[in-house]
């Protein structure tokens, strides 16, 4: 099956859950948990990894005002579910085309290094923590859903979103591991709600996981063109 029918079967799929979830028993704690962790962020961040080809498109940009548009006005008129699914498209789209603004991968590294402690200090001490805590229809706006039975849902941050398509189409402009990248973020976050459930927290940053994923998964193609290519560069100089 190509990427376009795939992407289409699995997005009908997701739709299909979200309808069906909230009529269905609840669950525990726990295999609530585990249907999100390895079903639904798997799921949902494989519609990003096929609609990968898109990343450098001349016709991105539309692509991105559509999807933003269609999120906007669905999240207006109470359509939530087709809503979070354009979220999805936008805030990719979105980091596809920040993406083009990074000439270099050193640039990329330096943004995966950084961007942990700017999240790490929002969530726990600056603007989502205060979103979280006294705007919470805030963040539902703000974010992606991911619906379990009864109709609870785990919750995204939309930067967490576009970082994600921002570091995964990076592995493929700079050849590094694309499959690896998305495998390695996506276990990522999945442990990042685990640790949220065990430790019973509101929420945890998840940019943390999300660059460590793309690090962890590309370090030693990272180390040979940063480290080791700029010592061959330098030594080329001197000679």
Do not use: C, Q
């Amino acid at each position: 099956m190509g990427r376009a029918p795939a992407l289409l079967t699995l997005l009908v799929g997701l739709l299909a859950w979200y309808e069906l979830a909230p009529h269905l028993g609840a669950l525990a704690l726990w295999p609530s948990v585990v249907v999100v962790v390895a079903a639904l962020m798997p799921a949902s961040f494989a519609i990003v990894w096929l609609a990968l080809p898109l990343w450098d498109s001349r016709r991105l940009l539309a692509l991105a005002l559509v999807a933003i548009a269609a999120a906007a006005g669905l999240s207006f008129l109470g359509a939530g579910i087709p809503a979070n699914f354009a979220k999805l498209a936008a805030m990719t789209a979105v980091g596809w085309l920040f993406l083009s603004l990074f000439e270099a991968l050193s640039w990329v590294v330096a943004v995966a290094l950084l961007i942990p402690w700017v999240d790490a200090y929002s969530v726990w001490r600056g603007p989502t923590r205060a979103i979280t805590t006294h705007h919470a229809s805030v963040f539902t706006t703000l974010s992606v859903a991911f619906v379990v039975p009864a109709g609870g849902a785990a919750r995204l941050g939309l930067p967490d979103v576009m970082f994600f398509a921002v570091f995964l189409a990076a592995s493929v402009r700079f050849g590094l591991r694309p499959l690896a990248t998305w495998a390695a973020m996506t276990a990522g976050l999945g442990v990042t709600m685990i640790l949220t459930t065990v430790w019973a927290t509101s929420g945890l940053p998840a940019l943390p996981a999300i660059s460590l994923g793309f690090l962890l998964a590309n370090a030693d193609l990272i180390w040979r063109r940063l480290v080791r290519g700029g010592h061959a560069s330098l030594e080329a100089a001197g000679g």
